[in-house]
């Protein structure tokens, strides 16, 4: 019901974070070696 699309658009919104977080600490790393 609502509360399961509701959840998974909590969870998905949180991975793309991280992702997006994920992929900043990534290039950081890359430029600096």
Do not use: R, T
């Amino acid at each position: 019901g609502m509360y399961s699309v509701m959840i998974q658009q909590v969870i998905l919104h949180d991975v793309i974070k991280f992702i997006a977080v994920y992929l900043v600490f990534l290039f950081g790393f890359g430029v600096a070696l």
